[in-house]
């Protein structure tokens, strides 16, 4: 399996911006692909943003066009840029990976988007 580390969550207010960071301990050329869902409280979790080992991404309608997710292949690492924030993004987000038909998941970061 892979193991994850998120770090980059926190409180913001609306219309601001923050990058999340996951860090992999595997090179993230080589994972099948990797993701960030989310889960808000009450809420089931659902997928944000995903990205293959060969860069092509995928975005939730509720996030395209304000959020970006991008990988560092000599950090082994893939953020998701979150610029625009509204309160309804708010929520625990986590990183997936599918290495070998296997999805791993990190401990998650804490978003909160409120004036």
């Known amino acids: 399996q892979v193991q994850l580390v998120e770090s980059g969550g926190g409180l913001v207010q609306p219309g601001g911006s923050l990058r999340l960071s996951c860090a992999a301990s595997k090179s993230i050329f080589s994972i099948n692909a990797m993701g960030w869902y989310r889960q808000a409280p009450g809420r089931q979790r659902e997928v944000v943003a995903t990205?293959?080992?060969?860069?092509?991404?995928n975005y939730a309608d509720s996030v395209k066009g304000r959020f970006t997710i991008s990988g560092d292949n000599a950090k082994n690492t893939v953020y998701l840029q979150m610029n625009s924030l509204k309160p309804e993004d708010t929520a625990v987000y986590y990183c997936?990976?599918?290495?070998?038909?296997?999805?791993?998941w990190g401990q998650g970061t804490q978003v909160t988007v409120s004036s």
């Open positions: 997936d990976a599918v290495w070998r038909g296997l999805h791993s």
């Open positions: 990205i293959t080992g060969g860069g092509t991404t």
